[in-house]
């Protein structure tokens, strides 16, 4: 069992950079994979970056290049660099946490809300 709680986002105008945070709380992230994932108004939630127990990551194309996935397991926080941000990254960002081999233990935090607009 494990809670997270996102917190860093904001409204960014295009261009501008922004960096969430994901804690966790109740359990140590270095036996989860971590992703961080989005919902846009009326759209699925996507996956966006994520990186495993051994800090293999992995990006949606659409973020490849802006955006970077990390994690320091001493601090129990996962972290998003989100840089040159467009109005297509408007979205709820969540935290989530994924037991490997384990469907059944997954885990999301609240959401933070990142709006990019000038």
């Known amino acids: 069992q494990v809670q997270l709680v996102e917190s860093g986002g904001g409204l960014v105008q295009p261009g501008g950079s922004l960096r969430l945070s994901c804690v966790a709380s109740g359990n140590s992230i270095t036996i989860y994979d971590m992703a961080w994932y989005r919902q846009a108004p009326g759209n699925q939630r996507d996956l966006v970056a994520r990186i495993t127990r051994a800090a293999i990551t992995n990006y949606a194309a659409s973020v490849k290049g802006r955006f970077t996935i990390s994690r320091a397991n001493a601090e129990n926080t996962v972290y998003l660099q989100m840089n040159d941000l467009k109005p297509e990254d408007t979205a709820v960002y969540y935290c989530?946490?994924?037991?490997?081999?384990?469907?059944?233990?997954?885990?999301w935090g609240q959401g933070t809300q990142v709006t990019v607009s000038s």
């Open positions: 989530n946490a994924q037991r490997p081999w384990r469907t059944d233990l997954n885990y």
